[in-house]
């Protein structure tokens, strides 16, 4: 008997606060997609695996100095680009919990 009040209790405590989270979320708000953080990381160790190559290439004397240096400003801008984009992205995040 008491473990069939517990179960009950429970669902009934369960059931509140569906009920509460149903009622604060704003349904009509549009979804917000986040950036695809692993696409960004995967696609920066691809840039580095290509500045790796490069230089190993350029030590060998296959390719000019000019190549490997607009890469490497190539790379030095896409990476800033994606640390900003994901910086943004989190501190925007933790601004809207704060408040």
Known sequence: ??????????????????LKFYRHMNWNEPAE??????AMRKKEAELVHIQEVLESAHKEGKISDALVH????????EAAELKAEESLWKSRHHKSDNT
Request: proline residues 3%; glycine residues 0%.
């Open 1 to 18: 008997m008491a473990l069939s009040l517990i179960f009950v209790l429970i669902c009934c405590w369960l059931f509140w606060n569906a």
């Open 70 to 77: 607009e890469f490497n400003q190539f790379y030095e801008r």
């Open 33 to 38: 997609s986040s950036p695809d953080f692993k």
